[in-house]
T-cell receptor
Framework: AAGVIQSPRHLIKEKRETATLKCYPI?????VYWYQQGPGQDPQFLIS???????DKGSIPDRFSAQQFSDYHSELNMSSLELGDSALYFC?????????????FGPGTRLTVL | AQKVTQAQTEISVVEKEDVTLDCVYE???????LFWYKQPPSGELVFLIR??????QNEISGRYSWNFQKSTSSFNFTITASQVVDSAVYFC?????????????FGKGTHLIIQP
């Protein structure tokens, strides 16, 4: 079965650079979630989208922005990168934009900021 | 506000022992969902179970079992006859049933080490 696709899988950036992470949900999934997991930490919810509209917002820094496109893929844009942004970024997708349906997680993008 | 507490940061047992991972949650919501995820060293998050707040039935899946007790706000996870492949970080998570695409609130995780 098709899973959530995240690209790139690994990314290395310098401080103050920008980065764009991409997420392709499971086919027919219309809801996307972004999470950040720092080293040795639990995943922290950043933001979610349902039908291309922002649905819920967590602890997303102002330097980050995200959107969901007409084909339901999503991109997380990160500017003025800091060392503390080094983390594993997960995307998850689900159906229907409600809290009942299970979130299926992608493999994650590992961002390293030097 | 929601909160998930996994008091055990690390547990080490010898293979074939039974082990229980504790999870205590806090929420003001009457309807919510509880989850367990496994994160092996490779890093992916593997879904194990979801439990609706109205369903307090315990569940067994092979060597895994879950005990949900609303009275104590706990959702504990037991692995019977543990195996080395069970070594991973296990996260308990909570989700508000507010009708929208709400994010999960995770606990800090329990690092389970199964020694051969």
């Amino acid at each position: 079965a098709a899973g959530v696709i995240q690209s790139p899988r690994h990314l290395i950036k310098e401080k103050r650079e920008t980065a764009t992470l991409k997420c392709y949900p499971i086919p027919r999934h219309d809801t996307v979630y972004w999470y950040q997991q720092g080293p040795g930490q639990d995943p922290q919810f950043l933001i979610s989208f349902y039908e291309k509209m922002q649905s819920d917002k967590g602890s997303i820094p102002d330097r980050f922005s995200a959107q969901q496109f007409s084909d339901y893929h999503s991109e997380l844009n990160m500017s003025s990168l800091e060392l503390g942004d080094s983390a594993l970024y997960f995307c998850a997708s689900s159906v229907g934009g409600n809290s009942y349906n299970e979130q299926f997680f992608g493999p994650g993008t590992r961002l390293t900021v030097l | 506000a929601q909160k998930v507490t996994q008091a055990q940061t690390e547990i080490s047992v010898v293979e074939k022992e039974d082990v229980t991972l504790d999870c205590v949650y806090e929420t003001r919501d009457t309807t919510y969902y509880l989850f367990w995820y496994k994160q092996p060293p490779s890093g992916e998050l593997v879904f194990l179970i979801r439990r609706n707040s109205f369903d307090e039935q315990n569940e067994i899946s092979g060597r895994y079992s879950w005990n949900f007790q609303k009275s104590t706000s706990s959702f504990n996870f037991t692995i019977t006859a543990s195996q080395v492949v069970d070594s991973a970080v296990y996260f308990c998570a909570l989700r508000y049933s507010g009708g929208g695409a709400d994010g999960l609130t995770f606990g800090k995780g329990t690092h389970l080490i199964i020694q051969p």
